[in-house]
């Protein structure tokens, strides 16, 4: 249920951490690299890693200008982040370490930031009087429904995150439990699923949700 703890120069550190760190790092390698090889030499008809790039990019970019309306250029690229950085955390467990998607804090982290966006958003549009009017619609005897209902939104969003992909890694980890020594094959097609179109479903479910949440609040 809990990762490990480790300690690293006298400090207990949970492994959520460190493996979220390693994430991080090995993703700004990989930002780096493209800055300084394909970004330095794009051209006008893309080709290669210059049209994987920009696919990717038109593809986010249209998918949140689709679901939240308005939001400009800087939303696109906080979604981009965190489908990185979720994949990213899923990848590890390819690798046998425990993803950082499978705790509960990190997964409460990620809706928190959904939160902040929310209200964000919603109140960048509507103001802050506008925001409150907005969970008395359509009338205030549901406000208080309307900010339970508000305050849930991350809790619901991380427990869903955290069971599923908690759920695919024990799922992982019982296959080698029962196969013992002839754990070979059937544990890595599984594991192809759990590790890596289980999390990608799961990523688009929460991107979207986000999504969704922003554009009720701006609407």
């Known amino acids: 249920m809990w990762p490990e703890r ?17 994430a991080m790092v090995i993703l700004v390698c990989v930002a780096l690299l493209l800055r300084f090889t394909v970004l330095r ?26 679901l939240a309306h308005g939001t400009g250029e800087f939303l696109c690229s906080y979604i981009l982040t965190i ?8 990848f590890l467990e390819l690798f046998r370490l425990r993803p950082p998607t499978a705790d509960i804090t990190m997964t409460f982290s990620l809706a928190f930031m959904t939160f902040i966006m ?10 802050v009087i506008g925001r409150l009017r907005t969970l008395a619609s359509p009338t205030p005897a549901v406000f208080l429904f309307r900010l ?29 439990m029962a196969l013992g020594s002839n754990a070979v094959g059937i544990p890595s097609v599984a594991g192809l699923y759990f590790n890596v179109a289980h999390p ?3 990523t688009f479910i929460f991107v979207t949700l986000t999504l969704t949440f922003i554009n009720e609040a701006i609407e």
């Open 118 to 127: 929310i209200n964000g958003y919603g109140i960048k549009k509507k103001g």
């Open 83 to 90: 489908i990185v950085l979720m994949m990213a955390s899923a």
């Open 41 to 66: 030499h794009f051209e006008e008809l893309p080709g290669g890693a210059q049209n994987m790039l920009e696919t990717i990019v038109e593809t986010v970019g249209k998918y949140t200008g689709d």
């Open 200 to 202: 990608m479903m799961q």
């Open 148 to 176: 339970i209902a508000e305050l849930a939104i991350p809790v619901s969003m991380a427990c869903r995150l955290f069971g599923n992909m908690l759920g695919g890694m024990i799922v992982v980890d019982l296959l080698y």
């Open 6 to 22: 480790v300690d690293v120069f006298g400090v207990s550190l949970s492994v959520t951490i460190i493996y979220t760190w390693f």
